[in-house]
């Protein structure tokens, strides 16, 4: 028998962003329905920011038990079993798993539904043999690998993030399609596990970084044996054997590449089909719905978060969506999503991490700006652990206001956070440069940066002449 819910909000996914407004509106003892097709936790616990750090993390230590003598101690290769990695990798998602389940929300309060959500007009969604009709629903169906129509792509067993970690094999010789964050990381992971791995990207690696930062990532990439591709557009793949070959056009220049598996990293998708959403009148294109700064949707009763609002795709950011929108439907609050100090970080080895704007962007603005460099190798803590590669990079404006940093080397994703608050506030160098921080870290590194730019009023005539004058008072 078909029932019918009225709920005050109902969210349709349980990914980081609907977790968060299901748990936070059901402990205001507000009524919750959370649906959700596939598996608790979304994209970031099952396939996403969760497995693939726990791979990176084996991967790094497999790296530092190689280079283990320039701390004293005998480098060895180390014997990787990849079945045992595999299961590092599940016990981690399994470790973590309860904290997203749907016993856990049941108790809180939130009705689960463990189905696919459709509109079937303005104000009812259809879930199962169940019908909901909420004062306001909540989209946070997240995205999905994209799949490039490459000719031959469909004829062979192709992996993506949403596939390779149910490996308990290592894939041998890895073609790894798009030189991106996430084709960056699993490529440079696959290789110190023991994989020999080729990159093909048709433009630049980390396209979307600072030039400078992105250099040195590719250096150390290539320094590990990995193999990059830029500028080669795959024009087709075929079945070779028990492999697989990937045919290129580079520079114009007709070339081949042969591996055992072929990943694709060449972006997500919002997942929009099969939501009905022109039903609910709700604007939409392929990368995501159509939202206002308040994240409503054009239908006023729906709001959309994370990945499907189409303003990047980060687990963080759909978390911050998330309170944004409790605000406006609790609270009636009108909160806006500002994302000037959005983080993003891509955790190759040395880590990548960015806030605000770039330094590109900012002169874009047509503004005068500053750059502010320190590198790691001037940093005692670093140079103590052997981890004196990559820089920060500041842009300032030309009072000395902060507008984005971007940070290159060990720890770059932990220490991006304290900078975040610096963009967030308008905060100035001069801030920073008075603050005492704990030596020996590596959180000075950004300090050292900040009090740079004081480096050229110590060779002004006038400032030497001012604390000339002052001197002759004792």
């Given amino acids: 028998m078909e029932r019918l819910l009225k709920p005050d909000i109902c969210v349709i996914g349980a990914g980081s962003g609907g977790l968060t407004v299901a748990a936070a509106a059901a ?13 608790m936790g979304g994209d970031c616990l099952n396939y996403g ?5 726990a791979l990176i993390a084996s991967a790094k230590l497999a790296e530092r038990m190689r280079h283990a003598s320039a701390f004293g101690m005998g480098g060895m290769e180390p014997e990787i079993d990849f079945a045992a990695v595999n299961r590092h990798v599940q016990g981690v998602i399994e470790t973590i798993a309860p904290n997203d389940s749907v016993e856990r929300f049941t108790a809180l309060g939130v009705r689960v539904i463990q189905a696919e959500a459709r509109f079937l007009d303005k104000r009812t969604v259809q879930a199962g043999d169940t019908r ?28 993506t993030n949403e596939t390779i970690f149910e490996r308990k094999r290592l894939a041998r010789r890895l073609l790894v399609i798009g ?3 996430i084709g960056l990381e699993l490529a440079q992971a696959h290789r110190r596990l023991g994989a020999e791995v080729k990159v093909i990207e048709a433009g630049e690696i980390l396209a979307r970084e600072d030039r400078e930062l992105a250099a040195l990532v590719r250096r150390r990439l290539l320094d590990e044996g990995v193999e990059i591709r830029e500028r080669a557009k795959v024009v087709r793949i075929e079945k070779r054997g028990n492999g697989v070959r990937a045919h290129l056009e580079e520079n114009g220049q007709a070339t081949q590449i042969d591996g055992s598996h072929v990943l694709l990293a060449t972006g997500r998708q919002a997942n929009v089909e099969r939501l009905g959403l022109d039903a609910a009148a ?8 159509v939202v206002d700064p308040r994240l409503r949707t054009s239908n006023r009763r729906v709001y959309a978060i994370g990945d499907i609002a189409g303003a990047g795709q980060f687990t963080h950011l759909a978390s911050f969506h998330a309170g944004i929108v409790l605000r406006n439907i609790l609270f009636r609050l009108r909160a806006r999503a500002d994302r000037t100090a959005i983080p993003r970080v891509t955790f190759t080895d040395p880590e990548f991490a960015h806030v605000g704007l770039s330094e590109v962007e900012a002169r874009a603005a047509r503004r005068r700006i500053r750059i502010l460099r ?3 190798a001037e940093n005692d803590r670093a140079q103590a652990e052997r981890r004196t590669e990559g820089l920060i990079k500041l842009v300032t404006d030309h009072r000395g206001r902060v507008l984005g940093v971007s940070i290159l080397g060990d720890a770059a994703g932990e220490q991006i956070a304290f900078w975040c608050l610096v963009v967030a506030k308008g905060m100035r160098v001069h801030d920073v440069a008075g603050l005492v921080l704990p030596y020996p870290t590596m959180s000075e590194i950004g300090k050292r940066a900040s009090v740079a730019y004081f480096s050229e009023a110590t060779a002004r005539p006038i400032v030497r002449r001012i604390i000339g004058f002052l001197g002759i008072f004792g």
């Fill in 27 to 39: 402990a205001f003892g507000v009524t919750v329905v959370l649906i959700e097709r596939g598996r």
């Fill in 49 to 53: 920011c969760v497995p693939s750090k």
């Fill in 132 to 159: 909901i009709r909420a004062r306001r629903f909540v989209i946070a169906t997240g995205s999905s690998p994209q799949v490039p129509p490459i000719p031959g792509l469909d004829e062979v067993p192709y992996l």
């Fill in 179 to 181: 030189g991106g964050p």
């Fill in 282 to 289: 709700i604007r939409h294109s392929r990368s995501g719905v």
């Fill in 374 to 376: 320190w590198p790691y």
